[in-house]
Nanobody, 125 residues
């Protein structure tokens, strides 16, 4: 089992920045990819960014490329999402996730096995 706990959400004005963190614990040897998803109430949960634990390779949704950066501290089992130039459209609940299938690197939601409880990000105009 893997446990994921997000932190760092909050409210910010458009153009501002936030950094989300995700602390992972448990049997981390069972996961190869960790990433971030976001969900607006009533809509599907969409992939934002993912990072390969072993190679450090990253993949981003087109909507956040150039604005968001995913990174990882393997020694501390921490995952980060630096979000810059935030827009009202970025408002959502953000979830940390982990998985072992290659589809996770493609941000396929069903290929993630573990999920955090989420942290809310609100961007006002």
């Amino acid at each position: 089992q893997v446990r994921l706990v997000e932190s760092g959400g909050g409210s910010v004005q458009a153009g501002g920045s936030l950094r989300l963190s995700c602390a992972a614990s448990g049997n981390l040897t069972s996961t190869f990819y960790t990433g971030w998803f976001r969900q607006v109430s009533g809509k599907e949960r969409d992939g934002v960014a993912v990072i390969s634990i072993n190679t450090g390779n990253t993949n981003y949704a087109d909507s956040v490329k150039g604005r968001f950066t995913i990174s990882r501290d393997n020694a501390k089992n921490l995952l980060y999402l630096q979000m810059n130039s935030l827009k009202p459209a970025d408002t959502a609940m953000y979830y940390c996730a982990a998985g072992r299938q290659y589809g996770a690197y493609l941000l396929r939601r069903d290929d993630f096995d573990y999920w955090g409880q989420g942290t809310q990000v609100t961007v006002s105009s």
